[in-house]
């Protein structure tokens, strides 16, 4: 059976989390919300692409919603995309994977030119086989339906020795809720504590130390 790994993102190989926390801090403050950035962050955590449900009354949701996420998006993209940078190792990680024979997708929330943004900025474009985003599902549940539609892009069942890589406990939960065992990098800005009550099965800190610690973790047993 093919080998397997889906790769979120933000977070997990670039350094965008707190970055795009603060767009959505600096957005909301713009509707007249004023949050501190960790509460931003901690509904990233739990709630990821529901996260103006949690800041805007069931009045204003219809009202404002729409039109929020898009300055959000707007302001993400001028503001604080330039300013992502990708975490050490992440080339050198891919490289080791394929030569272990595993195939590579990145299942990402972000927007379809960011996800290109980024594979430019890692240089990774020739490690990868497949690549989905938001703009490829329905919507309802992102955090599941990205992977499993990179899963499906690979042909693969969601069981088919696929691993998940992910640094927000949102994303773990939903890698675990597809049946798609998951590890945790804390690079992300989340705590192993965090990560492991989402269900990841080991947590390592950057792609660099999961390179370095490669021998110890959950991928090279299925090696």
Known sequence: ??????????????????????AWQEALARYGRQVRLPRVLAQMALHGDQILSEFLTEEDMPRYADELASFHRALFRECYLPRVKPFHGVPELL???????????????ADPDELEHYIELLGVEELIDGRTTDADVNRTR?????????????????TDETLAIAGSPYDVEGAVRLGVR???LVCG??????LVRAGAIGVFGTPEDLLTR?????????G
């Open 182 to 184: 998951c590890v945790g």
């Open 1 to 22: 059976m093919s080998k397997a790994i889906i790769f979120e993102v933000d977070g997990t190989l670039v350094d965008s989390n707190v970055l795009r926390a603060r």
């Open 214 to 222: 490669y021998s110890e973790s959950p991928l090279a047993a299925e």
């Open 142 to 158: 992102l955090n599941e339906e990205i992977p499993a539609e990179a899963i499906r892009l690979l042909g693969l069942n969601r």
């Open 95 to 109: 490289r080791h994977l394929r030569t272990e024979g595993w195939r590579i997708a990145l299942a990402s929330t």
């Open 189 to 194: 800005g989340f705590s192993d504590e965090q």
